[in-house]
């Protein structure tokens, strides 16, 4: 029996990078998982990675997917993205909200189309999304929620680097869903349901990050593996702890805190943990 046998989760921005990585891992455990991005196939993208190469893999590591294209920048596709999934797997036990537009320019040149997508999709797609999944939540007494944060929304002190002015608007939005975290735990916790957020120490090495070309050295020499991610994800998604609620938590120290080594995506392979990745030569 996996760890989420039996369960039904939905997790955002999965066609690559953190999300396909816990969606694989949360599959290889036996859920049902429902993944969404803006891209079906790698053809819809200059990034590698796909909802339907994601979906291949859960389904080889023995869990159900069912791939749900949409785009959730658009306050207009959440409502059905959650109908379509509770329709096909049933109500849903566990909400990943990892999908985030990071842009990382001078905020003089930051327009206001920008502005709303980032706060839209890393802010209020959270938001919305908790509010659609809660009262099936509250009402089995059971569920977790799960916000990917960024060390960005760390508040910068002098003496200021370039990339600590680049990073505002990303950096805001996440200290506002850090911010929510709490309230929402603050909201839902006597009902059985846990929410935390978790973040890299430093950066994760994706296809995303890597196109960015902005993420300071010393952020990629603390950085750690998606399936360090993965792992720490399936540990706050499976949680009955009281205490481990209205988490703000970070990669490497909650897998050590909670003693748990870093499996492969395929739940059996054990891998170097964080710390010890570091010492080994960079791989992407």
Known sequence: MGEL????????????????AIAKRFGAEGASVAITA???D?????LEGSLRETAAAIEALG???????????????LDGL?????????????????AAAAFYLPFEKTSEKRFRIAYDLNVFAPWR???????EMRERERGWILNISSATSTLPRPPYSDFEALSILYGSTKAALERMTA???????????????????????????????VVPDEALAVAESREAM?????????????????RITFCTPILEELGRPVLGLDGRTRLPGPREAQALPYRS
Request: aromatic share 0%.
């Open 129 to 135: 999304l908790a509010q659609l999944v809660a009262p």
């Open 63 to 77: 869990g159900r997917a069912l791939p749900i294209v949409g785009d959730l920048a658009d306050p207009g596709c």
């Open 183 to 213: 309230g929402l735990s603050a909201a839902l916790s006597k009902h059985g349901v846990f929410v935390n957020s978790l973040a890299p120490v430093g950066a994760v090495p994706t296809e995303g990050t890597e196109a960015l070309g």
């Open 42 to 46: 790698e053809r819809d993208s200059h």
């Open 230 to 246: 993965a792992e720490a994800a399936l540990a706050l998604c499976t949680t009955r702890d009281p205490a481990m609620t209205g």
């Open 5 to 20: 046998e039996g369960r039904v989760a939905l997790v955002t921005g999965a066609s690559r990078g953190i999300g396909a």
């Open 38 to 40: 803006r891209t079906l």
């Open 82 to 98: 959650v109908a379509r999934a509770r329709d096909a797997l049933g109500p849903i036990d566990v909400l990943v909200n990892n």
